[in-house]
């Protein structure tokens, strides 16, 4: 088992920066691969970024690559998500998943490829 908590979100004007952090408790945080995924009222819940157990491979979602960095410091069990360049259309919950069976980045794109979730935190681009 391992619990998941997000904060860092907030209200932005286009164009500006925020950084998620999420914080893992319970079982060894470096056993798992970490994703960061959203979801925007009236729609599914879509991948953004996922990071491997020792942080050496990183994906993305096209609508964020270039703009979207993810990272972790297993040391402090912490995950972020640093987003530049925010548009309105990045506006939704931001979610962080765990993987405790460590796939790949290339292939745990998926909200089923998660075993645990976090609670979300809002954010909110104004045109």
């Known amino acids: 088992q391992v619990q998941l908590v997000e904060s860092g979100g907030g209200l932005v004007p286009a164009g500006g920066s925020l950084r998620l952090s999420c914080v893992a408790s319970g079982r060894t945080f470096s056993i798992y691969t970490m994703g960061w995924f959203r979801q925007a009222p009236g729609k599914e819940r879509e991948f953004v970024a996922v990071?491997?157990?020792?942080?050496?491979?990183?994906n993305y979602a096209d609508s964020v690559k270039g703009r979207f960095t993810i990272s972790r410091d297993n040391a402090k069990n912490t995950m972020y998500l640093q987003m530049n360049s925010l548009k309105p259309e990045d506006t939704a919950v931001y979610y962080c998943?765990?993987?405790?069976?460590?796939?790949?980045?290339?292939?745990?794109?998926?909200?089923?490829?998660?075993?645990?979730w976090g609670q979300g935190t809002q954010v909110t681009v104004s045109p």
């Open positions: 990071i491997s157990r020792s942080a050496g491979i990183t």
């Open positions: 998943a765990a993987d405790y069976r460590g796939r790949s980045p290339n292939t745990a794109v998926g909200v089923t490829d998660y075993d645990y």
